[in-house]
């Protein structure tokens, strides 16, 4: 195991040294005067990005790397929320689908999920203000939080910090962030709904047609209990396993997303950046958003080899 | 999972209540853009002005918004001394300056203030003159720069003008927004520090709000100024909230997340008119929509090219097109209520008049499609010129004159404009109808560069000589028989075409009275009052 | 029924028309074919089609609505613009150029990537390696991001939007290809004829692409699912939109402004986007299951 968790550490450092490398040849092309040799070049390059020393950027002189951090987890912020509010409906109508298979109600959860998949999202988020409007409901439509709320940047997330202001706001501003998360993390879910609800069917339908699951059948046991006790054990690893896979896609929309609900988030942070031609964002973002893909599923790798070690799916080279 | 379902219900509940006294002290506004600064003295966009002017800061005198006359504000009273050409005033005691973080005042306003202030535009000695970049050549086209010969302090609640110009002009410049008073001992304490650039950005002033926090493309925080000599606003919190899509603003405003808005969608203002839960203003802003000729061009060196595509280019469709009528058809690049505006200046647009010989000197001379640049961000309208520029491509279209649209960013814009490789510019100017000269200088000037306004890069010997005599002369019937000159000679030789004056439209809701609007200060927020919450 | 029984063994010769049989009875799958169709006769004569030049304005016909409500015209079958410009004509060409645009898309990475997933997968050792972590690297990068960075170094046309948008889906459409091969390849019957001495890449060409038809289509659909959202994400970005003619993204991006008028200029090329896409998972679906009934 402990070689299983080198061998993931080797993979991440020899990557992370690619997207450097990439980055630097971004950071090389956008600066027109060059110094020095490009391996020298290189070398100072890294040593001021592991000295913390970005870059600051031309439009208000704020340091890069701190933008850049800020963004992302706000970006995190509406991934996590679209997440599990994703699952919590698409794992059960996953499962529903995959026991009833090829019945009417599979075909009603497919085509949902289908439509999901569909529907482009910088549309819908373009249209959520109306619908919600249609409906009555008075969700703000874009931005992180109420303007009138002061929150300190502590951790930079959002919800986080906003948990700080409670002696002078009380919850308030806590709820207001929460309220601004809402609608956007609807849009950005319905990519995760579907992805999950076609995964957790297949999964499902594989696991329910094999040997050991006839045996516990002839043994007695309920539907219920089957997917209590073997059904689950064994889709997880695999859902979870192919979210992974579709990580970079998923930043990719919600950046979408971000943008179009100018929710301060990657996004929106490399949009304006580019609008306003400080280009240095670029390298910035491949090391930043590429570094966290890279990170977290490579942590997603060792915790799935942790939880369910029968399960060592490589998707990447070992 | 059914408790998460119950805390969402549980936090949308709660979330809808609101914290009364938060809401009830708090104003947003929601402007179109960012301040480029926070002190009027340097920049004049709407942005800016809006942003400073009468929220920070106070000017020796203002201008009432009803009769035009002059009142006293710092200055209590002043006396004009016709024969020595000066004019002295007495200031008033017990101001103090904001007490922020970055800032703890010692002492109360007093003469010293008043005399840096106006230094720091008129002397190049001053160590503050040149710190800003974006000042660059600014201070030599300012009003103030052939105005003021000296500044006298006599003691310290008294100070004396000693002036070139005219008292009654010299008056009205006081009442703009770059006349207003900035506290020296701040700028003593920066300098000592090593910082003294951010005196424009973390601004110290007497205005009844002081400064908080700025983050660019998001928010500025100002928070009232409780020791205001005129008491204390009845607003704690006001937010400026920049949402550049009007949109956007519109929407916000409806889902009650702005406040105030500037600008709403040309399209919804007959919507907002009719709407009793809302309330709207229309102000004049002196920004005229103008489409310069680079004279430069081998295709528009001809004046008669030039005169033949300004008269196709229909005014009144753009007008109604874009602005939905909410803007006046220009021809000057003066609005008609400022002093010096020329009012037998003809209409140009008229495309019924254009010859087939006409049609055959354009084809003469434009042999490849003409190059129309517009700006993309930064300025106020900047969606609008995108659409403009279309219309009058369309218009070209028509009289089979080939052209192509760049709408780029500002760095690449700066770039463009100063290689020249354009053949027109689509831009604003704004006006000033008390000093029209700091207009005129700009586009006119052999001096000045495309990117300081003279995109239409004229240079000629008479103009300039017309220029220089607007300056030094003192009667203002010459002046006014110059200025109307000047206007001619633009609609003459076809360096710019004015094509609409922007008027401002600032929509509030209903419960939210008091606020002031003036087209060169900006809006004010002082008297701001909110009842009842939504 | 001799009859037919004999008619039926001369229909079915190869497994794909076996397929094509199953296929055909997919009610959902073979209308969704047929809108795919129209979309294609749409690309093809869009230049027929349309009423108006798309970028033809009038200034007597601003901003109409559809002819059936009140006001509109039936020379504007879905009204105009700001500009008095035909909102049928536009979202033809916009078709046109979305969805050649993203087939085109599809064709060149599917190209590129049967080749050089192939390639990857009888690569050995050292170039495997450094193959894999390139490609490793690269799908870090969200796509979003690659064709921002390639729109500002090759310049922003609708062309570059294109190059940009195949670039950042070919790793993916690499990985995906060579993690099936590999799956394939691991199953003994493979194991079997590779003791009969048949080289890799024959192998893949032969053997291989034929029995991993069914992760293909899903692959292929995958990447012009994401190539038409692309396209038009980046065009209502404001990328790709200074060229002469239009695109579904950049006719919303310019349509927003005037949804509160008019909001038949929003809905309408997102309906018709939405339908684009919809009706190719349709298809690809009845596809997979058309060759997984096939197998079985």
């Known amino acids: 195991m402990l070689n299983y968790i080198m061998r993931r550490l080797g993979l991440f450092i020899s990557t992370a040294f690619i997207l450097t490398l990439i980055a630097y040849a971004l950071h090389y092309w956008l600066n027109q005067s060059h110094s020095q040799p490009i391996i020298n070049g290189y070398i100072t390059y890294m040593i001021q990005i592991l000295k913390g020393n970005w870059g600051i950027s031309i439009i208000d002189h704020q340091p890069i790397l701190a933008k850049g951090l800020k963004s992302l987890a706000s970006t995190l912020e509406l991934s996590i929320f679209a997440f599990i509010g994703a699952l919590t409906l698409a794992i059960p109508l996953g499962i529903i689908a995959g026991i009833y298979r090829n019945g009417q109600i599979d075909y009603l959860i497919m085509s949902t999920a289908i439509i999901a998949l569909a529907l482009p999202v910088f549309w819908v988020a373009i249209m959520m203000p109306t619908v919600s409007n249609i409906f009555h409901l008075t969700l703000p439509i874009d931005g992180q939080i109420s303007p009138i709320y002061e929150v300190k940047n502590v951790t930079g997330f959002m919800l986080i910090d906003s948990l700080f202001t409670t002696g002078t706001y009380h919850f308030e501003a806590f709820y207001s962030r929460v309220r601004h998360l809402i609608l956007p993390s609807i849009v950005l879910s319905l990519f995760i709904f579907a992805e999950t609800i076609r995964l957790t069917r297949h999964s499902i339908s594989m696991v329910m047609k094999s040997n050991y699951i006839n045996a516990a059948y002839s043994k007695g046991l309920s539907t219920v209990q089957i997917l209590r006790s073997h059904v689950f054990k064994n889709i997880y690893p695999s859902i979870i396993h192919d979210l992974r896979s ?19 988030g990657s996004g929106q942070w490399l949009l304006t950046s580019i609008h306003e031609g400080d280009y240095i964002v670029l390298p910035t973002a491949i090391l930043i958003i590429g570094g966290f893909i890279l990170l977290s599923s490579i942590l997603i790798d060792i915790l799935l080899m942790l939880t369910s070690p029968t399960k060592r799916i490589t998707l990447y080279v070992d | 999972m059914r408790i998460i379902l119950i805390l969402i219900y549980f936090f949308l509940l709660t979330a809808c209540q609101g914290n009364e006294s938060t809401l009830k002290h708090s104003l947003v506004y929601c402007p179109e853009g960012n ?5 009027p003295q340097l920049v004049d966009d709407v942005a800016t002005i809006d942003a400073t002017t009468n929220q920070l800061y106070n000017r020796l005198v203002k201008r009432d918004q009803m009769n035009q006359k002059i009142l006293p504000d710092l200055a209590t009273h002043w006396i004009q001394n016709k024969n020595e050409n000066s004019i002295t005033f007495f200031l008033r005691k017990n101001i103090a300056f904001h007490h922020t973080a970055y800032f703890s005042p010692t002492r109360n306003f007093n003469a010293d203030d008043v005399i840096f202030s106006f230094n720091r535009m008129l002397k190049t000695t001053n160590p503050f003159h040149a710190i800003c970049p974006l000042s660059d050549n600014y201070f030599f086209n300012h009003p103030f720069y052939n105005s003021v010969k000296t500044i006298i302090k006599i003691d310290d609640y008294t100070v004396k003008f000693l002036l070139r110009s005219k008292v009654q002009y010299f008056l009205d410049n006081l009442t703009d927004n770059y006349s207003i008073i900035l506290s020296k001992e701040y700028a003593q304490q920066l300098l000592a520090k090593g910082t003294p650039k951010n005196i424009d950005y973390f601004p110290i002033g007497t205005g009844p709000y002081k400064f908080k926090s700025f983050s660019r493309n998001n928010l500025i925080r100002y928070q009232a100024n409780t020791k205001y000599w005129q008491g204390k606003p009845s607003i704690d919190n006001l937010i400026y909230s920049v949402t550049p899509q009007s949109i956007q603003r519109y929407a916000k405003l409806l889902s009650g997340k702005c406040e105030v808005i500037i600008y709403p969608s040309p399209t ?10 809302y309330r709207l203003s229309m ?10 000729f680079n004279t430069k061009r081998t295709a528009l060196k001809n004046k008669n090219v030039r005169h033949i595509l300004s008269q196709v280019i229909d005014k009144k469709q753009i007008n109604s097109t874009i602005f939905f009528n909410t803007a006046e058809v220009v021809n000057s690049i003066l609005t008609p209520d400022s002093w010096a505006f020329a009012p037998n200046l003809r209409r140009v647009d008229d495309p019924s008049k254009i010859t087939k010989k006409d049609l055959a000197l354009l084809r003469h001379n434009v042999s490849k499609p003409l190059i129309i640049l517009a700006p993309k961000k930064g300025a106020e309208f900047d969606p609008l010129f995108k659409t403009i520029a279309k219309i009058i491509k369309y218009n070209f279209d028509k009289i089979g004159v080939q052209s192509k649209i760049f709408i780029l960013g500002h760095i690449d814009l700066h770039k463009r404009l100063n290689s020249g490789h354009y053949d027109l510019y689509l831009t604003r100017l704004k006006g000033n109808p008390y000093h029209p000269i700091n207009m005129f200088i700009p586009i006119l000037s052999c001096d000045s560069k495309a990117v300081e306004g003279n995109s239409a890069r004229w240079c000629n010997r008479k103009t300039q000589k017309l220029l220089n005599n607007i300056l030094t002369s003192s009667r ?9 000159q000047l206007q001619k000679l633009i609609q003459r030789e076809y360096l710019y075409l004015p094509i609409v004056h922007v008027l401002r439209f600032d929509v509030m809701q209903a419960n939210i009275s008091g606020i002031s609007l003036n087209p060169l200060t900006g809006i004010n927020f002082f008297n701001v009052k909110k009842q009842g919450s939504h | 029924m001799s009859i037919n029984d004999e008619f039926d063994k001369k229909q079915i010769r190869t497994p794909l028309h076996y397929i094509f049989q199953i296929f055909k009875k997919k009610v959902a799958a073979i209308i969704a074919v047929w809108i795919i169709c129209t979309f294609l006769f749409i690309i093809i004569f ?21 002819y059936w409500l009140k006001g509109g015209n039936t020379a504007y079958l879905l009204g105009t613009d700001e500009l008095g410009r035909d909102n049928f004509s536009r979202l033809i060409m916009g078709i046109q150029r979305t969805l050649a645009g993203a087939l085109i898309i599809t064709a060149v990475v599917s190209f590129f990537g049967l080749i050089l997933g192939a390639l990857a997968s009888s690569l050995k050792n050292f170039k495997a390696s450094i193959l894999h ?14 064709a921002l960075i390639f729109i500002v170094i090759f310049g922003s046309s609708f062309q570059n939007c294109l190059y940009a948008i195949a670039i950042s889906l070919l790793p993916q459409f690499i990985r995906s290809i060579f993690l099936s091969i590999e799956t394939e390849m691991a199953k003994p019957y493979i194991v079997a004829l590779k003791i009969d001495s048949m080289s890799d890449l024959q192998l893949v060409k032969n053997v291989i692409y034929p029995n991993i038809l069914e992760p293909l289509v899903t692959i292929i659909n995958r990447v012009f699912t994401m190539a038409i959202i692309e396209i038009t994400t980046l065009g209502f970005l404001g990328f790709g939109v200074q060229t002469k003619g239009t695109e579904l993204g950049a006719i919303i ?9 008019s909001p038949i200029l929003v809905l309408a090329p997102g309906i018709t986007l939405f339908i684009i896409i919809f009706s190719f998972n349709v298809v690809a679906e009845g596809i997979r299951h058309a060759i997984i009934e096939a197998e079985q």
């Open chain 2, 283 to 292: 102000n004049s802003t002196y920004n005229i929509i103008l489409l310069a």
């Open chain 3, 133 to 146: 972590h390139l490609l490793d690297s690269l799908l870090t990068i969200p796509i979003l991001l690659t």
């Open chain 3, 46 to 66: 869009a230049d027929f089609i349309v009423s108006h030049s798309p970028s033809e304005q009038n200034m007597n016909a601003l901003l109409l609505p559809p």
């Open chain 2, 35 to 39: 301040p480029k600064l926070f002190n």
């Open chain 2, 268 to 277: 919804q203002i007959k919507k907002i008119s009719k709407d009793k839960s």
């Open chain 1, 246 to 264: 579709n990580l970079s896609t998923l930043f990719s929309f919600a950046m979408t997303v971000d943008i179009v609900f100018k929710s301060k």
């Open chain 3, 253 to 261: 991006a310019n349509n927003f402004e005037f949804m509160y008028l």
């Open chain 2, 476 to 484: 203002l019937k010459q002046k006014k028989q110059k200025y109307h």
